[in-house]
């Protein structure tokens, strides 16, 4: 019965580099398909063990056996990325009537604006969802600001909304012995719609002004795709669990490009479609759960977690692969008197810790944390907090 069990592992790693095969036009970023949580952060990223809540959709299918029942009623999370309130002082300044040549030649300014890299995500207030009894369904939506860079004072703009649609089912193969082995498959779905524009630095001030006519008017394009994720869940003592998961098993995409978001409402022909997929990530965890003994009566549901994530990116897309040390995520939580969660761990390099309340319906989650937006870590590091309110009922 064991030797069954390693050539289910074995079949489901050459199941995980198949799609590598297939060439298509575009490759779409991996993020499409999550949404930045405080309590996933301040754990260093998603983690194949981890199998609680909500996230354990997109954490790992398997999970989702384990899971306790609950469902989500709604949820408000925002993200701001990048020196934000610097940027903003800059463009209070400059709408306060400052001398543009004294404004543009301050070396602070010119040190901020170079390379900059700022954003704003939400997500809801649509964050409906259930878990329990080895299935998990859930639809979200997000928006999104991103600003970067593309010149001494020029910056990139990039507004995004997208809708998530995620079902996985979850059980129990068979044992090794006394030792259970869950698996589980999730089926999902995107749909985002992206406007882009630039400003100079001058012209920031007066973004607010252009308003909706802004978005109606600048290029726009609709991307749709789905995907499968499969993975697997298992003990490898009384304290210690291992996960494997492959995300993006099959997950092809199709981007459809207009002129603006006012050709597209009145239903003009856009640019022929734009093909692509969302690379494979084939992601190992390990969690270690200790018991504390007399120290529950003020701790409980200590865990530490440990994944090598997108572990063949070098293979499934290497025109994006990064550094291994990118892709290593560390994190820890526990449970103080069964109302507060102290958090920390390591993402992407960088740091990262957070807290969360538990008032039953009710949960509160803050994060600080660190994301690298080059290929190598320490290169373009930037700093991120982000404060989320969930509604649940169990």
């Given at each position: ?24 036009s575009e490759t779409v970023s991996q993020k499409v398909f999550y949404l930045k949580s405080p309590r996933i952060a ?218 603006s978001l006012d050709a597209f409402l009145s239903k003009e022909q856009p640019a022929p479609a734009v093909k692509g ?23 409980r549901k200590l865990r530490i977690m440990v994944d090598y994530n997108d572990s063949l990116d070098f293979l499934t ?78």
């Open positions: 019965m064991r030797s069954r069990g390693w050539v289910l592992l074995i079949t489901l790693g050459i199941t995980f580099t198949g799609p590598a095969e297939i060439l298509l301040a754990l260093g990223g998603l983690h194949a063990t981890l199998s609680e809540d909500l996230s354990t959709i997109w954490n790992n299918p398997a999970g989702l056996y384990e899971a306790e029942s609950q469902f989500r009623i709604s949820e408000f999370t925002f993200n701001l990325g990048g020196p934000v309130f610097s940027l903003s002082n800059i463009v209070l300044r400059a709408a306060g009537g400052e001398d543009v040549d004294v404004l543009l030649t301050d070396p602070e300014v010119l040190a901020l604006v170079k390379g900059i890299y700022t954003s704003f995500d939400m997500t809801g207030p649509i964050s409906f969802g259930y878990v329990g009894k080895g299935l998990g369904f859930a639809i979200l939506n997000a928006t999104s600001v991103e600003a970067k860079s593309v010149g001494s004072t020029t910056f990139g703009f990039s507004v995004t909304e997208r809708v998530l649609l995620y079902g996985g089912y979850a059980f129990r193969i068979f044992p090794f012995g006394d030792t259970p082995v869950d698996t589980g498959i999730n089926l999902k779905a995107f749909l985002q719609g992206t406007s882009e524009f630039q400003r100079t630095l001058l012209e920031v001030p007066d973004l607010a002004k252009e308003g909706a006519n802004l978005l109606m008017n600048s290029p726009f394009s609709l991307t749709s795709g789905i995907g499968i994720d499969l993975g697997v869940l298992f003990p490898l003592g009384e304290s210690i669990k291992m996960g494997i998961v492959g995300r993006n098993l099959f997950t092809p995409t199709t981007r459809s490009d207009y002129t997929n969302v690379p494979l990530d084939v992601s190992i965890g390990v969690q270690y759960a200790p018991s504390l003994g007399v120290m529950e009566l003020y701790f897309h290497p025109a994006t692969a990064v550094n291994p040390v990118l892709k290593i995520g560390i994190g820890a939580e526990v449970q103080i008197l069964e109302i507060l969660w102290i958090r920390a761990g390591i993402f992407q390099g960088l740091l990262a810790f957070g807290f969360g309340l538990d008032y039953g319906a009710i949960k509160v989650n803050f994060a600080a944390y660190g994301t690298e937006q080059s290929i190598e870590p320490g290169i373009r590091p930037v700093f991120n907090i982000a404060f989320g309110l969930e509604i649940t009922l169990k």
